[in-house]
């Protein structure tokens, strides 16, 4: 028989097939292969009798009445991001969609004394539109004109890709999420070596680090690589590189500190032209928010003295400046009990990746359980999870479930 672990890993290899490129999964916000994600989590969500709609932001919410099928019941949030990074695994975000449908399966039709809604956030990535948790954003009711008017590459604004999608931005406050919440749990693999290294199938989350996304834009002049001296080049591309180097060397320099630039784009990108243009993204992390910041600032100021050198015009953009967020304690005390009803040694981590459950504390309790990640393997086509460690996330999860009910 068909254990319900397998079901789930299954389930997430099926719905990765849901691709804007062939053979591998990279869905960006409100793509068209999104309509697939929602038409499959939906079957499986009305099959257990859940109201299941689509918000303006693309969300997709399935809600479990509660045992008094009042719409005024208290209502836990299960949930998780659809969307993916470029080229991504099966399991980063869907998973914890899909364990949350395995949880409320597992029920088999009982009713708790609060409403469960499973949410399938549509963006959190921010790969589209270079800003992150536009799905989670709705739900907290923090998308504001600033946000609707960010654009894509191609030009189009937040709000073109909802209006594309067949969603009305006009709506977006009906997405905020409201009455009696009892709070939030999210699943999701740790994408890191931590849990594999201790040998542990389950990690409670403390924290979640904070984090910067900037954008350092360098504007020289495009000429040809055969008749241009040396002297007289203004080369973005040699400039940009020799930043990149810059933040490499301050973050192996600062404890607990990771910075990566991880896009480049590069004009015009001919192999015997200078470029004269030169777009590059940086990630900053860390668990205080004062040397994130900190962090920040020196590596903007190492931009604009390489570029004053080598007289090149710098444009520097920040993205975002995301606060580090603790988990809360009585909802992680009563997942920490789950997990010890479950057999599962319990350890608590700090999570270096930003998840929506950042965006759902600002609203709510939040709580976070990590599965392991074989060789801490993620953003990467290979991206994996162990079949028994989802069986101990979902045992864990129907605990919580009764713990909570308790309460």
Partial sequence: ?????????????????????????????????????????SSWMTGLRMEVRVDAAGNLRGVYPALSASPDAPRLIIGSHLDSVPRAGPFDGVLGVVIAIGLLEALEGSRLPYAIEVVGFSEEEGVRFGVPFIGSRAVAGTVDEDLLSRRDRDGRSVADAIRAFGLDPATLPDAAARG?????????????????????PLGIVECIVGQSRAEAVFTGAAGHAGTTPMADRRDTLAAAAEWITAVERHAFNTPGLVATVGGLEVTPGAANVIPGRCSATLDVRHADD??????????????????????????????????????????????????????????????????DAMIMASIMPAAMLFLRSPGGLSHHPDETVIEGDVAAALEAGRFFLGELARS
């Fill in 180 to 200: 009696s919440l009892v709070g939030y749990l999210e699943f999701h693999i740790e994408q890191g070596p931590v849990l594999e290294r201790l040998g542990l």
């Fill in 1 to 41: 028989m068909t254990s319900a672990a397998e079901v789930v890993v299954r389930r997430c290899r099926e719905l990765a097939a849901f691709s804007e490129e062939p053979g591998v999964t990279t869905r960006t916000f409100l793509c068209g292969p999104m309509r697939e994600v929602h038409a499959l989590l």
């Fill in 290 to 355: 004062a040397v994130r910041r900190s962090a920040v600032e020196t590596l903007s100021a190492a931009a604009r003295g390489i570029a004053e050198r080598r007289h090149i015009r710098l444009t520097w953009t920040e993205r975002l400046d995301q606060e580090g967020v603790q988990m809360d304690s009585s909802l992680t005390a009563t997942l920490e009990r789950a997990v010890t009803l479950a057999g599962i040694p319990v350890h608590r981590l700090s999570s270096g990746a930003g998840h």
